[in-house]
Every structure is written in C-alpha cells, then in structure tokens.
C-alpha cells in the first residue's frame, strides 16, 4: 500500500482492501448472530411474517441511520489530523483535557467525563468482542457437525489463547491477508443472501422504513427486547471512526458502499427470506449457515471463525491504541509499550492491556457458554459508546464547526433519538449479562479519573516545593555548589521550574555537573508531531540547558532518540554517556487533597506505574532515582 510506484487510483484500492480487513471486520461479523437475537425477541419459535418484514426494517434502517449518515458521513469530518475515536475527538472538543498536569474548566469537565466513560466501554467491548464474535463462528458446527457441539466451548478458548498469544509478535504480516479474507468472507454472505433472497423475493419489501415504524407501532413497548436484538447489526460501528488514521476517510467509505453495505444488506434480507419460507425452530437456530448448501456448511464455519478472527485482533489493536492513548494525555499510568514494527507507528504491544483482555474475554466464555446469553452484554456497550460519540460530536458542531443551534438539534438531536432507544432496550438485558460492560467501564472511568486527580494533586505539591529556572542560574553564578566532571539529564515536568530530583541532588550533595540538562516532555492534542516542530533547545548559562520535546498523543517518547537529535542544536549528549536523575514519589494517602479511598487507589496504580526508566528508554546502568514521600 505505501509502495511509491503504485498509482494514485491502486493506492486507494488497496487502502480500502486493507479497511475490510481492519475497520469492517466487526460489523462483518455481526451476522452470525444479530437477526437470530433480534427474532429471539419475540415470543414463539416461528414469528409472523409481519414481525420477519418489520424487524428487517429496522435493521436496514439501523445500518443506513446509524453508519452510513452518522460515522460515514458526519461524525468521520471531526477528525484530530486525521486521527478518529473518542481520546481523539476528546483532544479536539477539550484542548486542555489533551495535556497532563493541565486543569479542565468547570464547563468542560462533563464533556471530559463522558468521554473517558466511552472509552472504558470501548475498553469493555474488547473484551467482549473476541469473545462473542468466536464462540457465534464455532457455533455454527451446531448446523455443520452437530457431533461435536460439546467441543464448542473448548475450541473457542483454544482459539482465543492462540489469538493472544500471538499479540506480542505483532500482526504486520497477518495484518496483510486481514483486507483478502474479509472480501472473501463479505463476497460469501453476499452471495447466500442473494441465495435466500431467491426463496421469498417479497422480503424485499422490507427496505420501506414504514414496516419498521408499523413493527415498533403494534409491540409498543414489547418492542425494546427486539432492538437489544436489532442493535447488534451496528456493532463495530465506532471502529470507523476510531481507525480512521489508518486508512483515512475516503478509502474506508469506498469500502462501505462498495462492498460491505450490499453485502450486510443482502446477507439480512437472505436469513430474514430464509426465516419467511422455512419458520422452523431449527432455521432459527442459526439462520446464517442455513443459508448455506450442505457441502458449504463446514467451510461456512472455518471462514466464519477466521473472520471472526480478524474482528477480534481489529478491536485488540484498538485497544492498544487507546491505552498510548490514555497514557501519553495523562488518564492511565505508565504502561510497558512495545512497538512491534519499525516503520508502522501505529503497531504496538501492550502487555498488560493483552492479559486483561485475554482473561476478560476467557472467562466470559467460560461463564456465558453460549453467544445468545454474550449478546445481553454486548449491545449495552456499544449503544452507550455510540450515545456518547453523538454527545461529544454535538459539542463539536456547535464550538468548532459553528454549527447553528437548529441544525445541531435536529442531527445530533435524530441520532441521539435512536441511540436512546436502543440504550433503554439494553437496559432491561442488565441482570442477563448488561451488568458486565458496565462494570468494566465504571471501573476504568474511576482509573482514569483517580489518575489524573492524583497527578494533577502531586503537580501542585512540585509547583510549590520547586524554584524557578531563572533563580537557579542566579543562584549558581553567586557560587555555592560544586561542579563535578560529566553530562547530566534531568527530568522535568514543567517547563519553566527545576525538577524537584535536581534540588534534592542540589541539597544533599552540593554538586552539579558541567554540563546539565532539563528535559521536558510535553504532549499536545495532535496525534503526531513533525520532526521539525518536535525540539525547542536553549542554553540558559552556567553550562544549564533545557530542552522541550513535543509529542502526540498517538507517539511514545524516546528519550536516547531526543537525545542525539539536540547535537543539531549545539548539544552533544548521548544516552550512553550521561547520568540521568530520575525522582521517584512514594505516595502517602492522606484525607487533605482527595478523598482517602482514593488516595490509596492512587497509591496502588503509582506502585503499579511502568518506571519513567523503562517508559522513556533510558539505559538502566546510567541512570540514578532520588526518591521522595509525598503526602496527598
């Protein structure tokens, strides 16, 4: 895809092969199981044929309303430098909210609230989509092989170690066959829809919206069990956005009019026909793989699990992301962040993310053991994470898009109409399994928050413990302290003070290198900074030098790289030749800044904290930690 020689028109075709692959491979997915969940809502084994019609109504409309005109076409222009997703569009919406150690005002903070509250259950759909999406595939052996339904369970934990153990070598190369065998996996259900079409060519009919409204009309509220069910046709819909850095925009809408669009489209009209001409308990069991023709079955069920696959590393590649995300603006604690290719920015691996993940989705497997009791847990997630998106979007329209008041209400205003009431048909779904993503994001939403509380807290307390840049060079030209031989690198987070680790070697030992530096690693709101936007290098005299090295939020700083790049500026250092003074915090929890409960969760995640060594990739025999007790 990034081969030079490539022409413009290829370039683009390739792009939106690999956006199959990466973007659609969820939604792709949802198949396996969302008509089935959504005809489970009404009582009987054989529902009429006005509820088949009416209920593919609302899909069809769901798919159009919620994907094609929301994340196609509006929510996808609120791009951060063609950077998507909720920390993104965050960072877009709240400057301030990008920055560690940088306070959000009052009228902001909701906003910020909402946000990481979508993010955690983003979070929590990582978790739920390999499991789901793999156990629904294995399902299929049920109609393939129903010998072998006992196994379903255990191959799908077979297949989910596999998958996470593999995370660690990166997933560049399996990354490239992704685009193929969702076209592939696309082109097959398109082809069985067409297939099942054939059966009842009235359910066609289901393409007028009236059928859907008529449907909603006569079940009144009876309905809202049957749009937990409908809602799960638009999971995977946030990784259009999300991912939209990868691909960029036009390349991931080509692919949705193209190729998934009609083949979803299809696939639901296939089951919906298949249902109407054979209304058996059995066709409802999986409606999916009895579209296919016998000898198609079992190969139905390997590509179903491979998609499914596909789907699931999509999510944990997103959920990586977002971790450096989280970190690098300053809501997560440092984290080991291991980037698994060299020219690939955005391929990384984070270990702890990969084991939660892991055992996260193991356990609900093992817990639910079966894709219909998962699916109580997955729509409630994904609804909410869509009603947040269409909260923060509107916010978007009216500060930077400028949007009138009208126009904001009546866009985000319908959106947000249909999200409710998917959200409020997944609440009922709470004691069937609702309560999970819930938890996993209340959790993550108290991580996030606690985190940032606390290093904003210990901010303050540095601030008032530290001295000014400009009165420590007063200071050292009036004499007093001893300079020693040698390069030493302190770190700052503030640009204008001196690290806290700096004056305690100041005042215990009473020397200073000849040549000392202060660095200060700043993230900004954009996704990536350009190399020559990155270093700000001055000499302050005394033989003191600072030095800003800016990143984005999508960026992981690399000290020893920072390094070797002043020599441009007139500083020569090398990682391996200098002395870096590091401070490290024992925090002691106390009931004077926060709350005590919290106080000691911020103790907790501190301890747990990835050391600034490891996090910036300073060699280990050159640096030295001063440390201090903080009380908070």
């Not at 396996?32 to 969940?37: P, T």
Request: aromatic content about 8%; hydrophobic content about 50%; proline content about 5%.
């Amino acid at each position: 895809m990034s081969q030079p020689s490539a022409s413009p028109s290829r370039r683009k075709a390739l792009l939106a092969l690999g956006a199959l692959g990466v973007v659609y491979g969820d939604i792709g997915t949802s198949p396996l199981y969302a008509l089935r969940e959504a005809l489970a809502g009404q009582a009987g084994a054989a529902p009429s044929p006005g509820d088949v019609i009416g209920i593919l109504s609302l899909i069809i409309w769901a798919l159009l309303s919620l994907i094609a005109v929301k994340y196609i076409s509006v929510v996808m222009r609120a791009d951060n430098d063609g950077e998507g997703g909720l920390m993104a569009m965050l960072a877009l919406a709240v400057p301030q909210a990008a920055r560690p150690g940088t306070v959000v005002s009052r009228g902001s903070y909701a906003l910020v609230v909402l946000a990481l509250l979508g993010t955690s259950f983003l979070f929590g759909d990582g978790i739920i989509t390999p499991a789901i999406s793999v156990l629904s595939a294995v399902e299929g052996l049920k109609v393939a092989a129903p010998g072998l339904e006992r196994w379903i369970v255990p191959i799908t934990v077979v297949i989910l170690l596999g998958l996470f153990s593999i995370q660690q070598r990166g997933t560049g190369r399996v990354g490239a066959l992704f685009g193929p065998i969702t076209l592939v996996w696309f082109l097959a259900i398109g082809v069985l829809g067409m297939r099942g079409i054939l059966l009842h060519p009235a359910v066609l009919t289901a393409v007028n919206p009236w059928h859907g409204l008529q449907f909603l009309l006569r079940h009144g509220t009876g309905s809202a069990v049957t749009l937990g069910g409908v809602c799960l046709v638009i999971t995977g819909g946030e990784a259009l956005y999300a991912d939209m850095g990868h691909f960029g925009r036009n390349p991931i809408r080509q692919a949705w009019f193209a190729v998934v669009l009609p083949a979803l489209l299809l696939n639901y009209l296939g089951q919906g026909a298949l249902v109407l001409a054979y209304p058996t308990a059995e066709t409802l069991i999986s409606p999916l793989h009895q579209l296919a023709p016998d000898w198609f079955k079992l190969p139905l069920v390997i590509l179903g699990t491979v998609a499914a696959v596909i789907a699931s590393q999509a999510l944990i590649s997103g959920a990586f992301s977002l971790a450096m995300q989280a970190v690098q603006m300053g809501y997560l604690p440092r984290m080991a962040i291991r980037h698994t290719s060299e020219s690939e920015h955005g391929q990384i691996y984070v270990v702890l993310v990969n084991r939660a993940i892991m055992v996260g989705s193991i356990g609900l497997v093992l817990g639910f053991q079966s894709s219909s009791k998962l699916a109580a847990a997955y729509g409630i997630a994904v609804c909410l994470t869509m009603l947040i998106t269409t909260l923060v979007l509107s916010a978007i329209a009216r500060r930077l898009w400028q949007w009138p008041l009208w126009q904001v209400v009546g866009v985000c205003g319908t959106f947000m109409l249909i999200e409710l009431s998917f959200v409020v048909s997944n609440l009922l779904k709470i004691k069937q399994g609702g309560w999970v993503p819930l938890a996993i994001g209340g959790l993550l939403l108290l991580t996030m928050l606690t985190w940032k509380r606390g290093r904003l807290v210990l901010a303050g307390k540095f601030a008032a413990m530290s001295l000014p840049i400009d009165d420590l060079i007063a200071s050292l030209q009036r004499g007093g302290a001893t300079r020693v031989r040698g390069t030493a690198v302190y770190l700052s987070t503030s640009v204008g003070f001196t690290p806290p680790a700096m004056l305690h070697n100041l005042k215990h030992n009473q020397v200073l290198h000849d040549l000392t530096i202060i660095l200060t690693i700043l993230a900004l709101r954009s996704p990536r900074i350009p190399d020559a936007e990155r270093l700000e290098v001055a000499e302050l005299g005394m033989g003191v030098w600072r030095v800003v090295a800016r990143y984005g939020f999508m960026e992981q700083p690399d000290v020893p790289a920072v390094l070797l790049a002043c020599a441009a500026h007139g500083l020569a250092a090398r990682a391996d030749r200098v002395s870096f003074f590091l401070g490290r915090e024992t925090i002691i929890p106390t009931r004077s800044n926060i709350p005590l409960w919290q106080a000691k969760y911020f103790a907790l995640l501190s301890r747990g904290s990835q050391s600034a060594m490891e996090f910036f990739k300073l060699p280990p025999n050159r640096v030295i930690e001063l440390g201090t007790q903080i009380e908070m």
